[in-house]
């Protein structure tokens, strides 16, 4: 892997709307391990560190795992326990 030593913007293929039009997301890697976001279009980048975007996908990933085990265990009467075990492994293929 090399270093990231200047910023990288992509464009997104996703459009979200604001004030009465559908703009692309323009999504930045920038030095200082910093992920910014921004319509295109507009100059208000907002920027979050990358080690605050992997502690957010962690969260999204144990709060499904949570829902589904209370599924499991609502549907099928297992403990919770059992519930988040089998949970753990019908999501286990998200993480790849």
Same mark, same amino acid.
């Given at each position: ?8 913007? &992509?464009?997104?293929? /996703?459009?979200? &709307? %604001?004030?009465?039009?559908? &703009?692309?997301?323009? +999504? ?6 910093? +992920? /910014? +976001? $921004?319509? =295109? /279009?507009?100059? =208000?980048?907002?920027?979050? *560190?990358?080690?605050? +975007?992997? %502690?957010?996908?962690? $969260? =999204?990933?144990?709060?499904?795992? @949570?829902?589904?085990? &209370? =599924?499991?265990?609502?549907? %099928? /009467?297992?403990?919770?326990? *059992? ?6 492994? %019908?999501?286990? @293929? @998200?993480?790849?």
């Amino acid at each position: 892997m090399t270093d990231l030593k200047k910023t990288v913007r &992509r464009v997104t293929i /996703g459009r979200r &709307r %604001e004030k009465s039009k559908a &703009r692309p997301m323009i +999504v930045s890697l920038e030095p200082g391990d910093l +992920v /910014g +976001v $921004r319509l =295109q /279009g507009t100059r =208000q980048t907002y920027r979050i *560190s990358i080690e605050g +975007v992997y %502690e957010y996908a962690l $969260r =999204q990933h144990l709060a499904r795992i @949570d829902k589904r085990a &209370r =599924q499991n265990a609502k549907s %099928e /009467g297992l403990r919770l326990r *059992s519930a988040t075990a089998k949970a753990r492994k %019908e999501l286990k @293929d @998200d993480l790849k």
